[in-house]
């Protein structure tokens, strides 16, 4: 089940908070998480039914492992019983994230023809299966307490971040189950969820879903080889750049917003990604809970950087391509994620070298934009179904396709017109291809002003900031707003303000999907 | 405001917010959906019913119940007009979508009839519908839908169909529309106008068109078929046989006593030739002798005589027009936009040709339309190959910039 639908939004939803807080209100707190965790499989299940075992047999397995692990700190004697359910973990995840993509490059290599059935990715078998290490990792540390069997099984499934994260730590999560306080409904937490819940929801469906219909047309014209133009090709990755942010930003506030509901809180995954002055800082803003996962049970027991300088890039990229290829298997995602590890070892090296200038607004300013370009040259990689594909879009974007400005340039450029001709520059307008859009200006609009949001707007964990809406993985990360009157308090106006957005988004979930005039 | 007041007060406001803007989208009906009061200056061109052609023409068939139609792509939605005189029956609506494939064609037909059994049906064909590898098809699949079609695809009929009402009016997208409706009343005019989905458009999309001429047009339009849509050319795929839907429809029509008159279009040579350079030439002329072989097994199995089948795509009169020079933005062809859309002008001799229908004003040069049959196919065919050969012969420069575009 998605957020973004009526059945979740008008029939799921109420339905599991309003029973949470009856049989809460009644002091069966065990009943309670008990109702939690039914409703949790039965949104999982909605899906596919027939995935509900894996996710259950993957629980029982890991909790029996980790009360196995549990004592004693680090015992030797019980590593190999780690590193069992680690391969365990890890296998899983393999077979149904891999073993395809594995078998057509092994056929591609040796000429084999292994024929190997599609198998289908499970939901969230990448988020539970990360989790679920950390948690083993943890038992073994012996940072785990004595926790409750139907505890762990809500930290897993736990429906608001089941499926698209933020990738909870049973640290944060398993003692607020235990708190009394989480069983009564507070209007408090109501509202305050609801009004994150309405900020996402609007962010998925109107922001995200809204600029998605000029970076979608884009990357398929690429796939069918068309010679794009340097700003179409621009447009195109710019438009991803944004709905990917919106859409994913958009879908982890909804999941905080619903977990406070019932009075849980969950961490802090985006945090203005976009504002960010370096590749490093980036990586603290976006995806907050995945980097936190691979820094601390990837990168750091690789060695992280104790082992020397050139051991800690080689970590980095290895953290990095992993990272990548947890995304998603395929070339493009290693590639992206190798890409990342190469910006943030320039990253390292530059500091190394520049360490202790001031900083100036002007060297700021540009800090910002190359780590922005830098930025929507990766998600290229990111979003592009094939290197071909990306290739494609990369040409246009370096000019190696040329520039084509608008026809109505044609004079106005006096005696350097005959130069610009001669060093490629064509008339052929901007858009020439039809694919940025049925309206490439609209496109452009939406680029500009979703531009603006992200980089200069307050996000809505600061405009919530009054209320703690979200765990911090850096202290001080929400950044308090200079205009207070910016943050979020219960008032008419800002009634009106969510009512409204609300509104929008859930009228917004019935597309009135237009064609889009492909050359035909 | 306290917590509790907050939760209260918002409800309140959403109802209202709500209760506006769908009064508003049912007011305005941006897409001729709901019928309604028609109000100058704010609702009456609609603007956006060739948005989601798809939606809305599907709907315009239950409003206005037509007893004849046009089927095709953009082609004949551009060229093939409603009111000719030709049609002797009325209402006539013109059904054509843009990029259709020959699918969608087929179900299109299925949900007029079901809600109207039709008289006659002009079906116009273009070869990229057979093009069962097209990958225009992922893209038309968002604003295809079957659920929103009188029946299914077995012709049993649909409980959803009605569907598209309700949930335009709870739509985001529908108050964009609505309000670049009430917004675009003064510039409506200028734009592309749709009568009885006949899209009467005055100028041609394709900016480039003023600035370097008709010629730059046809390029671009010819440069699509370099593209990988037509690399893997083929009629079946595993999960589309365009031979069984062709089939298909050609059953549904016997079946039902429809006078069905089937068109290959009027397209330009520099199309043709395009084919040829691509080299699926073949595979252009297979299609012409399954497209009359099918016709007459399906009629012989009915104990019926087959359909009219009209060949306008050889090398005549009218499909060698010149073209403009590169950057001549002055001259206007009489008969075509570009290479595979032809104007209205010429959609009408069309419609003179197949309803035999004698215009005082127009006459018709000799060898425009063939009526093709499995006696004269063969000769057909080659008699178009001897065509094509001088054509080649007279257009070298033509042939040579066509060939560029392979690149």
């Not at chain 1, 499934?157 to 235990?178: N, R, S, W, Y």
């Not at chain 1, 133009?229 to 991803?240: C, K, Q, S």
């Not at chain 1, 858009?431 to 002003?449: E, L, Q, R």
């Not at chain 2, 259709?100 to 299109?108: G, K, T, V």
Request: glycine share 8%; proline share 4%; hydrophobic share 45%.
């Amino acid at each position: 089940m998605l957020f973004n639908s009526y059945t979740f939004i008008f029939l799921f939803l109420p339905i599991v908070l309003l029973g949470f807080h009856l049989i809460g209100k009644q002091g069966h707190h065990r009943v309670a998480i008990a109702w939690l965790v039914g409703a949790s499989l039965f949104f999982y299940g909605w899906w596919n039914p027939a995935y509900l075992g894996l996710m259950l047999v993957s629980i029982f397995f890991n909790y029996g492992v980790g009360v196995a692990l549990g004592g004693v700190p680090k015992q030797p004697n019980k590593k190999p019983i780690l590193i069992f359910g680690v391969i365990v973990n890890l296998g899983l995840l393999a077979y149904f994230k891999y073993a395809n993509f594995f078998v057509d490059n092994l056929n591609n290599i040796t000429g084999t023809n292994i024929v190997l059935e599609q198998i289908i990715l499970p939901l969230a078998i990448s988020f539970f299966t990360f989790q679920q290490i950390a948690y083993l990792v943890d038992a073994w540390r012996g940072e785990t307490k004595e926790y409750n069997f139907l505890h762990y099984c809500l930290f897993v499934t736990f429906f608001p971040q089941l499926i698209a994260g933020p990738i909870v730590h049973h640290k944060e999560m398993l003692p607020q189950f235990a708190k009394d306080v989480v069983y009564k409904l507070r209007s408090k937490h109501l509202a305050i969820g609801l009004t994150i819940f309405a900020l996402g929801l609007f962010k998925k469906v109107v922001l995200a879903d809204g600029i998605a219909i000029y970076a979608t047309p884009v990357f398929d014209a690429a796939e069918a080889g068309v010679m794009l133009t340097f700003f179409e090709a621009w447009g195109g990755a710019l438009a991803y750049t944004f709905q990917l942010y919106f859409d994913f930003s958009g879908y982890s506030d909804m999941a905080i917003g619903i977990a406070r509901m019932f009075g849980i809180r969950l961490p802090l995954n985006f945090n203005s990604p976009y504002k960010a002055t370096s590749i490093i800082e980036f990586w603290r803003r976006w995806h907050i809970t995945l980097s936190r996962f691979l820094k601390d049970y990837l990168y750091i027991p690789l060695g992280g950087s104790r082992k020397g300088k050139s051991r800690r890039y080689i970590n980095l990229m290895i953290t990095m391509v992993l990272g990548g290829l947890w995304h998603g298997a395929g070339w493009t995602f290693i590639l992206w994620g190798a890409l990342h590890g190469f910006y943030l070892i320039i990253n390292h090296g530059w500091r190394v070298i520049f360490k202790g200038e001031n900083k100036t607004k002007i060297g700021t300013f540009s800090a910002w934009v190359i780590t922005f370009i830098a930025l929507v040259v990766s998600w290229v990689l990111f979003r592009a179904q094939s290197i071909e594909g990306a290739s494609t879009i990369f040409k246009s974007m370096f000019g190696l396709n040329g520039l084509s400005v608008s026809e109505r340039l044609i004079g106005k450029f006096g005696g350097a017109e005959e130069w610009l001709l001669s060093h490629g520059v064509v008339f052929d307008g901007f858009f020439h291809n039809n694919v940025f859009g049925i309206n490439p200006y609209s496109g452009v609009g939406w680029t500009v002003a979703l531009l603006l949001i992200s980089a200069s707007l307050p996000n809505t964990q600061q405009i919530m900031r009054c209320y703690r809406p979200a765990f911090e993985t850096y202290q001080g990360e929400i950044k308090r707003l200079n205009y207070r009157w910016l943050e979020w308090r219960p008032t008419k106006i800002w009634g009106i303000f969510t009512a409204i957005i609300f509104v929008l988004a859930v009228l917004g979930l019935t597309r009135v999907s237009e064609f889009l005039y492909f050359q035909f | 405001m306290n917590f509790s007041n907050y939760l209260k007060f918002l409800p309140i406001v959403a109802s209202l917010a709500l209760l506006s803007i769908v009064g508003f989208n049912r007011l305005i009906d941006p897409f001729a959906l709901y019928g309604g009061p028609l109000i100058e200056g704010v609702n009456i061109h609609k603007t956006a019913f060739n948005r989601n052609t798809r939606m809305s023409k599907a709907a315009a068939i239950y409003q206005q119940n037509p007893l004849a139609i046009v089927l095709g792509s953009s082609r004949s939605e551009r060229g093939i007009d409603p009111s000719h005189l030709g049609w002797r029956v009325n209402p006539v609506y013109n059904l054509s979508l843009s990029g259709a494939d020959l699918y969608e064609i087929f179900r299109y037909l299925q949900h007029a009839q079901a809600i109207q059994p039709l008289k006659k049906v002009v079906l116009t064909l273009d070869f990229f519908m057979f093009n069962a590898s097209r990958s225009l098809i992922n893209v038309n699949k968002n604003s295809f839908r079957e659920d929103r079609l009188a029946v299914n695809a077995e012709g049993q009929p649909n409980p959803l169909s009605w569907n598209d009402l309700l949930l335009t009016l709870f739509s985001l997208d529908t108050l964009v529309d609505s309000i670049g409706t009430v917004t675009e009343q003064s510039v409506a005019t200028n734009k592309s106008q749709f009568i009885a989905g006949f899209n009467k458009i005055r100028s041609y999309g394709v900016k480039s068109i003023y600035n370097k001429g008709q010629r730059q047009s046809f390029l671009d339009t010819e440069k699509t078929y370099f593209n990988k849509n037509y690399d893997q050319f083929s009629f079946r795929t595993p999960r589309r046989d365009n031979w069984k839907i062709y089939q298909r429809l050609l059953l549904l029509s016997q079946q039902q006593g429809i006078d069905l008159r089937i068109v290959i279009s009027p397209s330009h040579t520099r199309l043709f030739e395009t084919i040829e350079s691509k080299g699926i030439w073949d595979k252009f002329e297979q299609w012409k002798q399954q497209l009359v072989a099918l016709n007459e097994s399906v009629a012989a199995q009915q104990g019926k005589p087959s359909f009219p089948l009209w060949d306008f795509s050889g090398y005549n009169h009218y499909t060698t027009e010149e073209v403009p020079a590169l950057g001549d933005a002055e001259t206007q062809m009489q008969w075509y936009w570009e290479s595979s859309h032809y104007k209205k002008e010429l959609g009408d001799l069309v419609l003179d040709r197949i309803f035999n229908y004698k215009h005082p004003e127009r006459k018709i040069v000799k060898g425009f339309g063939v009526l093709l049959n499995s006696e004269n196919i063969e000769t057909h065919l080659q008699s178009i190959r001897k065509n094509q050969q001088q054509w080649r012969m007279s257009y070298p420069e033509d042939v040579a910039e066509i060939e560029a575009l392979k690149k």
